[in-house]
């Protein structure tokens, strides 16, 4: 560690807080600017790491310069700050703006593969910022990888280490070949695209492929260097995967680069902007919140057609039910009446019985004309 937290450092200017993030050849520390009390992130590279020397402190000490150069033409909420950068003796140092997020490869290390709804959250952002690089500073950033993306407080992605960065028209920017003769594009292997390894200068179609290697990563939580010799798309490691995003994600692996604006129709080769990128990965989100109000329609009209249906089977079931009530009442009234009936004929016959009797046992004697016919 260069620096202890509590020190003073960089001409007094910042409070060491502590050691966030260490590579193969330097340091990065939170800070407090003592004047200002605002937190900033410092990295530093010295020459007495090992493996690190003082030509390879000259170099990145141009490179810090031209981070420093290109982000002071730039402010963009999805590009990291960049406030500071100097050298001090065998130390070279930059102030940027400090992520408590931490990069994208420190939370791969923690979760992978990312939820899809953060995927394509962190792949618009990183769109966004690389887009205002390549319009803004007519730049190729060259080094897009989840080390240099890094993640705000509220989950904003930002595109950070513009030190690689061609600017089209200008010359390379400087960096140690680090131990390699092979003077190709500079740039992370697992994510360098085909343009990297020849000497054409790079295009944004470039940076599209490298974010493209990113994209695959955290939707399937390996490296697209190595899994493409088993699969073609991420949607054969990921089956939730939204077909649209699957097929934005393909396209922006294609081998063929995109070399116009004209191509993007054409899904046989890569995107040529980070513009197209975004307005696609947009699309799709708009076409899945669209089928998904349309299939929540649907369900719910047909949630409406059950409920009508059951409503109208309960109600000609009511029907039949009072209907067989009154058939039943009926039928009980109906032999009521008939009991009734059956009843009352018989007690009359009984209330006539004495008397039929009386007029059977009285004989002939009892119908006077008899009488006088027989007298």
């Given at each position: 560690?260069?620096?202890?937290p ?6 007094e200017?910042?409070?060491v ?11 990065v ?61 065998q ?66 992605a ?5 030190g ?26 697992n ?36 899994a ?19 097929a ?50 649907r ?6 057609e ?39 004929r ?13 007029l ?11 009488e006088?016919?027989?007298?």
């Open positions: 560690m260069v620096f202890q509590g020190e003073i450092i960089l001409n200017k910042y409070r807080e502590e050691l966030v993030g260490k590579g193969a050849f330097g340091e520390y939170r800070a407090v600017h003592v004047s200002l009390g605002v937190v900033r992130a410092i990295k530093v590279l010295s020459a007495d790491a090992p493996g690190v020397g003082s030509k390879m402190v000259d170099e990145y000490h141009q490179r810090y310069g031209l981070e420093f150069q290109l982000a002071a033409r730039l402010h963009h909420p999805n590009v990291v700050e960049v406030y500071d950068q100097d050298r001090q003796g130390m070279v140092y930059a102030v940027i703006e400090y992520a408590p997020g931490g990069s994208l490869a420190d939370l791969l290390k923690r979760q992978k593969p990312l939820p899809i709804k953060r995927t394509v959250r962190i792949l618009l952002d990183c769109a966004e910022g690389l887009d205002e690089i390549h319009e803004r500073l007519e730049a190729v950033h060259r080094d897009v990888t989840p080390a240099n993306i890094l993640l705000g407080e509220d989950g904003r930002k595109i950070g280490d513009l690689l960065a061609l600017v089209q028209g200008g010359k390379c920017s400087q960096r140690s070949r680090l131990g390699s003769a092979a003077e190709l594009h500079p740039g992370t292997p994510y360098r695209s085909p343009e990297h390894e020849g000497w054409a200068p790079l295009m944004p179609t470039s940076d599209v492929y490298s974010l493209g290697c990113v994209a695959f990563e955290m939707l399937t939580g390996q490296v697209w260097k190595w493409r010799r088993k699969v073609e798309r991420a949607g054969e490691l990921r089956p939730d995967l939204p077909q649209w995003l699957d934005v994600v393909a396209r922006m692996l294609c081998e063929a680069p995109g070399l116009r604006a004209a191509d993007a129709g054409d899904v046989h080769t890569r995107y040529a902007t980070m513009a197209q990128v975004g307005a696609a990965l947009r699309e799709g989100l708009e076409r899945e919140a669209w089928e998904k109000r349309e299939a929540g329609e369900q719910g009209q047909e949630r409406q059950v409920a009508a249906r059951a409503q109208a089977e309960a109600r000609r079931a009511q029907v039949a039910a009072e209907k067989a009530q009154r058939e039943s009442e009926a039928r009980v009234r109906t032999e009521a009446k008939r009991a009734a009936a059956k009843s009352g018989g007690l009359a016959r009984r209330r006539w019985l004495p008397l039929v009797a009386v059977v046992g009285a004989g002939p004697c009892c119908h006077p004309s008899r006088t016919k027989y007298g």
